[in-house]
């Protein structure tokens, strides 16, 4: 890890730039039927949804006249939830609170609190709580939604041609089985990764005060992740060292250029030679099916040392450069952090008639809003909603990265998003990532899915289990202590199979590592089911396929040798078991965090 660059990061990244807005945002009512359900270790609030709300804010106070507070469940970025239910586990068991609910138009801005409710979350008094989830097996179904299948994060692609060593594997071949093993075993089909225009990748230069283009390594890149199947997605960006305004502004341990350009004009051309390269080397067919995006983050200082209106410039300029190659080509952004700036793009895109095929944005912490609400309000419904990056901290080096929760996390947020955003990029594939310098040893909290040395974290067997859901989507209701908040299902059903996704978890990482308090018996009804199939569970859960567990168990230091290497691929796997069940029903213990996959199967037929 470069000191330098995570100081700087660390003293820079909650910067955000102008939020000075010559708009207004519409007044929402506040949510209305309001709940609050105390539980063991949980209160569980619910209400009605609300007409333009891209999310809500749950709001708490003890006692009767207590200022009411945002509830923080320690993500380090939005608090806001974009639909209720919300379970809060931060709350003492026994103490007495007020809730209410805030509706929020846009990140910056929250409305009137609803009226208040009150709960007791309840002590533990030594059992373990029930829910009931009954699945309806003979509904016709839906098609289930896939949002982690359009695209996932990488480090910057410029790493695929890297042959340096970390932890003693090489950087490029690895990163690459990474991304295969994301196109062949979980079906992702695009990676979206920083720094096309880095020097690294030698795009531009100006000789004798002239521009000059050489894309010959881009194309090694892209030539690269074609060949495992994948698309790019095209962040434009960071800025060239020869066309930056002010080369000395840079972000990351690889010294990202974030100032604006010096010439818009140059930028356009820029951008324009290189949608055109791309359109004669692998076909206009081909790049249609790409997206184009406008940068990284502007709305924080540490990416984009100018200023919004700078950045509404060059997204003008930008999709004037796509689009003279083609009209037909998607063009999007604001690719804003923590929601910011949907709004800015879109209402400025609006008044000077400059397009916006895709709305961009990212979050952690918290499954993604609900951004529909603003394409509406300003005339864009038809743009797709791309959460360009998403995971469970925005944090470099957190230990959550590694954990179980992590695993568990993913799977809320992409239940959460299924149905309403084109794709939630989980930020990002491999622990091959470099923004403030090389992994410093094997488990160090990186964002990735999967180790240096290419072993699957909890996130990554979250990924798994999802893959293993089938097409149709099946009805789902529950009830009891934390049923529809704490624990959540998904069923879905395809030929012979019955599989049923299960999960307990609170969104508060103050209990990561595990809370027995909020431990649930879970009583799945499956009517309607053949007695005769067979029922297999598969189990992620602290110390099963917990990768950091098993390294503390092998005593792993900084960097695992060859054969601990393959002891921790045997022992970090998640276990799939037979299941007694009785022919309507099974029962399960959920611990939080945890989950597992019961799935039915018709037996083979002689």
Not at 270 to 296: I, K, M, P
Not at 397 to 402: G, H
Not at 443 to 453: N, S, Y
Request: hydrophobic share 40%; charged share 20%.
């Amino acid at each position: 890890m470069h000191d330098d660059a995570k100081t700087d990061w660390d003293a820079r990244i909650a910067l955000r730039s102008d939020e000075e807005r010559a708009f207004a945002f519409p007044d929402l009512d506040p949510p209305k039927q309001v709940t609050a359900t105390g539980g063991a270790g949980q209160v569980t609030i619910d209400w009605t949804p609300v007409d333009g709300a891209a999310g809500y804010l749950i709001l708490r106070s003890t006692g009767d006249h207590g200022p009411l507070e945002p509830v923080d469940h320690h993500s380090g970025d939005l608090l806001s939830v974009p639909a209720p239910p919300y379970v809060d586990t931060t709350c003492t068991p026994g103490t007495p609170y007020r809730y209410a609910v805030a509706s929020v138009p846009e990140v910056t801005a929250s409305g009137r609190p609803s009226n208040t409710v009150t709960a007791v979350p309840l002590v533990a008094d030594g059992t373990v709580p029930v829910v009931s989830v009954t699945v309806d097996t003979v509904a016709k179904g839906t098609e289930l939604a896939r949002p982690w299948v359009p695209m996932v994060g990488s480090e910057r692609l410029s790493q695929l041609l890297c042959t340096d060593l970390t932890g003693g594997h090489e950087i490029g071949t690895e990163l690459e089985q990474a991304l295969r093993r994301m196109h062949d075993e979980i079906g992702v089909r695009t990676v979206r990764a920083h720094a096309i225009f880095h020097d690294d990748t030698r795009v531009y230069a100006e000789v004798d005060g002239e521009p000059a283009y050489d894309f010959s390594v881009v194309d090694a890149i892209y030539d690269k992740l074609l060949a495992l199947g994948l698309r790019p997605v095209v962040e434009l960006g960071f800025m060239p060292r020869d066309l930056a305004s002010d080369p000395d502004r840079t972000v990351f341990a690889y010294g990202a250029i974030i100032s604006p350009p010096k010439s818009y004009e140059r930028w356009h051309d820029l951008v324009r030679a290189l949608v055109q390269h791309l359109v004669e080397r692998y076909g206009l067919d081909e790049v249609l099916t790409w997206d184009f995006e406008v940068w990284n983050e502007a709305n924080l200082e540490v990416f984009w040392s100018g200023t919004k209106a700078e950045y509404l410039h060059l997204y003008d300029a930008t999709a004037a450069a796509v689009k003279s190659v083609d009209q037909r080509l998607a063009i999007g952004g604001p690719s804003s952090a923590a929601a910011g700036w949907v709004d800015d793009l879109l209402a400025h895109a609006a008044a000077e008639g400059t397009p916006v095929d895709f709305v961009s944005t990212h979050t952690y912490g918290s499954p993604p809003l609900d951004v529909q609400a603003s394409l509406d309000r300003h005339g864009f419904s038809d743009a797709r909603i791309l959460w360009t990056e998403w995971g469970v901290t925005p944090t470099h080096f957190n230990p959550i990265n590694d954990s179980v929760f992590s695993g568990v996390f993913l799977l809320r947020g992409m239940k959460s998003a299924a149905g309403r955003v084109d794709a939630l990029a989980y930020w990002v594939a491999s622990d091959h990532f470099e923004e403030l310098g090389r992994p410093p040893r094997f488990l160090h909290g990186g964002f990735g899915l999967q180790t240096v040395g290419g072993l699957a974290k909890p996130r990554y067997h979250a990924m798994s289990l999802l893959s293993r859901l089938g097409p149709v989507e099946l009805p789902v209701t529950w009830s009891g202590d934390g049923g529809g908040s704490l624990v959540e299902a998904w069923a879905s059903h395809d030929d012979d199979r019955i599989a049923v996704l299960l999960w307990n978890l609170t969104l508060d990482q103050t209990k990561s590592a595990g809370a027995p308090e909020l431990s649930r018996t879970v009583h799945v009804q499956l009517p309607g089911v053949d007695p005769s199939w067979q029922a297999t569970v598969t189990t992620l859960g602290i110390g099963v396929g917990d990768v950091a567990a098993a390294a503390a168990d092998l005593g792993i230091g900084d960097w695992p040798s060859d054969e601990q290497l393959a002891e921790l691929a045997d022992r970090s796997r998640m276990v799939s078991t037979p299941l007694e069940w009785n022919g309507s029903a099974l029962e399960l213990t959920l611990p939080m965090p945890s989950a597992v996959l019961v799935e039915l199967l018709r037996p083979h037929q002689d």
